[in-house]
């Protein structure tokens, strides 16, 4: 018997892991699975797990605060930049280096998909992605210090120290998954309707 290489979605959608479509993807099936993934391999403080949704939102305001006229198509792809992961779940940084390029390769395939699905470009401009990567990068800084146990000292020698307008202000505490969710999918829809107005 052939091994499954399919997810099933609440949605009711099969999604072919190894060849992704764009038309068997559905942005409740992501809010639903992101709402639920917890980062840190769940190892954070508070009474609800901090999920990738939240991460992702996060991501998406802090790349407002590094480019204010990010227009709603940047800003989307800042929200779906770890979007894969409602289907393969969050690996920690060190474990994603350990498995090699196999892994990344498989993770753009997904990307990409999703990207075509939601009218982004399958594969973003560098200067966007650096972006994107620059406003997740701190946003670990964030979530290691306020909800992963990190003194500031540690969070320095892994993560840069956010340094940009209205970094003092951020203030991490996670949801319930259903409130998450609602959040994630309301994100969405604001830009999505934006980029197609």
């Known amino acids: 018997m052939a091994a499954r290489a399919w997810q099933r979605m609440l949605s009711g959608r099969r999604l072919d892991l190894l060849h992704p479509s764009p038309l068997d993807i559905e942005i409740e099936d992501i809010a639903h699975g992101l709402a639920r993934v917890a980062r840190w391999n769940g190892q954070t403080t508070g009474d609800h797990p901090y999920s990738v949704a939240e991460h992702s939102m996060l ?4 790349l407002r605060r590094l480019k204010p006229k ?3 198509a940047e800003r989307l792809a800042a929200l779906l930049h ?3 992961e409602y289907v393969i779940g969050d690996m920690i940084s060190p474990f994603k280096a350990a498995i090699g ?3 990344k390769a498989f993770e753009q395939k997904l990307t990409s998909a999703v990207h075509i699905r939601f009218g982004l470009p399958a594969e973003l401009p560098p200067a966007q992605e650096k972006l994107i990567k620059r406003a997740d990068r701190l946003s670990a800084w964030f979530e290691a210090t306020q909800l992963a146990g990190f003194s500031e000292t540690d969070a320095a020698k892994y993560f840069p ?4 307008d ?3 202000a951020i203030a991490l505490k996670p949801q ?3 409130a998450v969710q609602r959040a994630f999918l309301a994100k969405f829809r604001q830009l999505y309707l934006q980029i197609r107005a």
């Open 161 to 164: 120290r956010p340094k940009f």
């Open 82 to 84: 770890d979007a894969p």
């Open 166 to 168: 209205g970094a003092s």
């Open 70 to 72: 990010a227009g709603p």
């Open 176 to 178: 319930s998954t259903k």
């Open 101 to 103: 390029l196999d892994y």
């Open 59 to 62: 991501v998406e305001l802090i």
